[in-house]
C-alpha cells in the first residue's frame, strides 16, 4: 500500500505542476482557453488571477514533493494532500463539480491509501 500511496502522490504532485503552467503559461492559448473554457476576453481579464491561482498550485507540488522525497515524512505529505482535497472541494462547489473529480479525488485516494499503509 505504501507504494500505491507514493504513486497517487508523485502523481498528485504532477498534476499540480500541470495545472500550474496551465494557469500560468497557457491561461491565454488555446489549451489553457479550452481547458477552462475561457473566452479570449475574459482569459486576458483575468490572466493575473490565474497566475497566481498557478503560484499556488505549485506550492502545493512542491510541499508534496519535499514531503515525500526530501523528507520522507507521510506526515508532512497527509498535511498537503489535505490542502490538495480542500482545495479540490472548494473548486468543485464554487466553479464546477469537475474538479473534484481531477483534483480532490486523487489527493483522496492517496490519503486514504496513507491511513491504510499506515
Given amino acids: 500500500m505504501t507504494l500505491i500511496a507514493t504513486l497517487l502522490t508523485l ?63 507521510w506526515r508532512v505529505v497527509a498535511f498537503f494532500l489535505v490542502c490538495v482535497a480542500l482545495a479540490g472541494a472548494y473548486g468543485a462547489w464554487s466553479v464546477s463539480r469537475r474538479i473534484f473529480w481531477i483534483q480532490a479525488f486523487p489527493a483522496l485516494l492517496a490519503l486514504g491509501c496513507i491511513v491504510v499503509a499506515r
Fill in 11 to 73: 502523481l498528485v504532485a504532477v498534476l499540480h505542476l500541470w495545472f500550474m503552467v496551465l494557469e500560468m503559461v497557457l491561461w491565454t492559448r488555446p489549451l489553457g482557453l479550452k481547458t477552462f473554457r475561457n473566452t479570449p476576453e475574459k482569459a486576458q481579464i483575468t490572466r493575473v488571477l490565474a497566475a497566481n491561482q498557478g503560484l499556488y498550485n505549485g506550492f502545493l507540488a512542491a510541499g508534496l514533493l519535499w514531503g515525500l522525497l526530501w523528507l520522507a515524512d
